[in-house]
C-alpha cells in the first residue's frame, strides 16, 4: 500500500486548510486510516482516525476543530482543519493500517507540511 498525502501549505492562525491522502495498491484489509502529526522536537502523536466503520476519533488538542472523512475501502481519508493554531504547525503523516496473515500492518506515506503563523 502506498500513501500519498497532499495539502500541506502556510496559513495564518485562525483559518482553514485541507488535508486529503490517498491509498493505492492492495486496499483489501484496511481497517483505519490515520493523520498523525510531528512537530518541531516533539514526538509523532495522533490527530485523527477514521474506522472501516465509519467510527472517528480524534486527540484531544483538536477535538471540535478538526473533522476526518473518507472511505477506507476506497483508500482516501481527509483532514478539514478549522481554527488553526500555531501549535498545530508540523508535519502531517497519513497512515493505514492493514490486516495481514502475521498480524496488523502500518504503512505511512511522506508527510505534509503545515505551518499555522500566528
Known amino acids: 500500500v502506498q500513501l500519498q498525502a497532499s495539502g500541506g501549505g502556510l496559513v495564518q492562525a485562525g483559518r482553514s486548510l485541507r488535508l486529503s491522502c490517498t491509498a493505492s495498491?492492495?486496499?483489501?484489509?484496511?481497517?483505519?486510516m490515520m493523520w498523525y502529526r510531528q512537530a518541531p522536537g516533539k514526538q509523532r502523536e495522533l490527530v485523527a482516525a477514521?474506522?472501516?466503520?465509519?467510527?472517528?476519533e480524534y486527540g484531544d488538542s483538536v477535538k471540535s476543530r478538526f473533522t476526518i472523512s473518507g472511505d477506507t475501502a476506497k483508500g482516501t481519508v481527509n483532514l478539514q482543519m478549522n481554527n488553526l493554531k500555531a501549535e498545530d504547525t508540523g508535519v502531517y503523516y497519513c497512515?493505514?493500517?492493514?490486516?495481514?496473515?502475521?498480524?496488523?500492518?502500518?504503512?505511512w506515506g511522506h508527510g505534509t507540511l503545515v505551518t499555522v503563523s500566528s
Open positions: 495498491g492492495n486496499l483489501f484489509s484496511i481497517t483505519a
Open positions: 497512515n493505514a493500517v492493514k490486516i495481514t496473515s502475521p498480524g496488523p500492518y502500518e504503512f
Open positions: 477514521l474506522t472501516n466503520t465509519g467510527n472517528a
